[in-house]
T-cell receptor, first 115, second 113 residues
Framework: DADVTQTPRNRITKTGKRIMLECSQT?????MYWYRQDPGLGLRLIYY???????NKGEISDGYSVSRQAQAKFSLSLESAIPNQTALYFC??????????????FGSGTRLTVV | AQSVTQLGSHVSVSEGALVLLRCNYS??????LFWYVQYPNQGLQLLLK??????LVKGINGFEAEFKKSETSFHLTKPSAHMSDAAEYFC???????????FGKGTMLLVSP
């Protein structure tokens, strides 16, 4: 099994629908992140969480929300999906105990298309 | 605030040629720097990292990068390209004391026979 698992791998949804992307990890890491990748724009940080009670907005949080259900689970929601949220979404984890390495472990990504 | 600039969205080389992917950074405090690689339909994999030890850093698959503070650069090199190196490469920075990575826009490496 992968260390960081994202579900679904691919999803097509309609404008205005609510959708949840899920991420679970077996690394035992406290820190989890959601990024989106767009061609030519690289990866941009949406939200991050340093423990179950900690949630922080990233660079592009508008239109998104997150839930940290447990140390191992971090979900990203689009409350009302719009076409410009079509992107590849990545979940990542890191372990502050490895500081200053900050080695992120990435999931395989969720490709979301909003039509 | 920190930022990363990757020069060239696409770089083409012939198999066996030198690979040079450029990365310049901006950081208000001394940074940690990273290179990640993304193969088609996969997540990102860490190639190498600079965390204030040696300025010349060696990574996986024969890649290396040199931290040059005076030039605010962290360019990625490989002496001889292989077809399997074709992928997208991302440079990333985090200032010391911070906790999130800021990525560049990526450089697609194309390797021709």
């Amino acid at each position: 099994d992968a260390d960081v698992t994202q579900t679904p791998r691919n999803r097509i949804t309609k404008t205005g629908k609510r959708i949840m992307l899920e991420c679970s990890q077996t690394k035992g890491h406290d820190r989890m992140y959601w990024y989106r990748q767009d061609p030519g724009l690289g990866l941009r940080l949406i939200y991050y969480s340093f423990d179950v009670k900690d949630i922080n907005k990233g660079e592009i949080s508008d239109g998104y929300s997150v839930s940290r259900q447990a140390q191992a689970k971090f979900s990203l929601s689009l409350e009302s999906a719009i076409p410009n949220q079509t992107a590849l979404y990545f979940c990542a984890t890191s372990d502050p105990g490895q500081s200053p390495d900050y080695g992120y472990t990435f999931g395989s990504g969720t490709r979301l298309t909003v039509v | 605030a920190q930022s990363v600039t990757q020069l060239g969205s696409h770089v083409s080389v012939s198999e066996g040629a030198l690979v040079l992917l450029r990365c310049n950074y901006s950081s208000s405090v001394p940074p940690y720097l990273f290179w990640y690689v993304q193969y088609p339909n996969q997540g990102l994999q860490l190639l190498l990292k600079y965390t204030s030890a040696a300025t010349l850093v060696k990574g996986i698959n024969g890649f290396e990068a040199e931290f040059k503070k005076s030039e605010t650069s962290f360019h990625l090199t490989k002496p001889s390209a292989h077809m399997s190196d074709a992928a997208e490469y991302f440079c990333a920075v985090t200032p010391r004391g911070y906790s999130t990575l800021t990525f560049g826009k990526g450089t697609m490496l194309l390797v021709s026979p």
